[in-house]
């Protein structure tokens, strides 16, 4: 039996897995919306997929994405992180989630929670659209806007609005599953 996915899903079985069972779930845990930002802003430039098949070792290298420990890292860490060839050697990209971790601790002292300040972009509920095909879905919108400019003003780095508006379908903020997926057909 075949069963009908979003077209941007290739054949692989993780690709399979990561739609079926997390992309487009509404996510409420502070330390797991971080993780998802921050392995965002690494697709920049790059398909996610890409940074999908690395997300393990993105774990292992960034402490399970723990901003308590990503705060502490130094030069021997940064250095090591750099050699690592398991994630993306981009030393931009690697600098922005150790300054991101600071960042995302003072968004919680103010806000009370990541999640809470992140879900204030759609209201506390998610956004479902109803698409027909895959050239219909927006790469940003309003609110993927508000977001990227509220991180960015915070100083959070590689959180542009096509990024966020990414962060946002991934999460479940946003329910872009094309009317044809089975994700789509099991939540009406």
């Known amino acids: 039996m075949i ?3 979003c077209s941007w899903v290739n054949e692989d079985p993780l690709y399979h897995s990561y739609h079926d069972e997390e992309w487009g779930k509404p996510l409420y845990d502070d330390n797991k919306l971080f993780e ?3 392995l965002e802003g690494m697709q920049a430039g790059l398909s996610w997929y890409t ?10 290298v960034f402490d399970g994405f723990d901003p308590e420990k990503i705060v502490h890292y130094d030069e021997e860490k940064f250095a090591e992180l750099m050699n690592d060839s398991g994630i993306i050697r981009n030393r931009m990209k690697i600098n ?3 300054s991101n971790a600071k960042i995302y601790q003072e968004i919680c002292k103010e806000e009370g929670s990541f999640a809470e300040f992140m879900w204030s972009f759609v209201g506390g509920t998610p ?3 109803y698409w027909a095909r895959k050239d219909e879905v927006p790469v940003t919108t309003p609110q ?3 977001m990227s400019h509220a991180l960015k003003k915070k100083g959070m780095k590689f959180v542009g609005s096509t990024i966020c508006y990414a962060f946002m379908q991934a999460s479940g903020m946003v329910d872009d599953h094309t ?10």
């Open 127 to 129: 956004v479902v659209n």
């Open 51 to 60: 940074i999908l098949k690395k997300r393990d070792r993105y774990r292992v």
């Open 144 to 146: 993927s806007d508000a």
């Open 3 to 5: 069963i009908a996915r």
């Open 96 to 98: 922005s989630i150790i």
């Open 179 to 188: 009317l044809d997926c089975f994700c789509r057909n099991k939540m009406l």
């Open 36 to 38: 998802l930002l921050m």
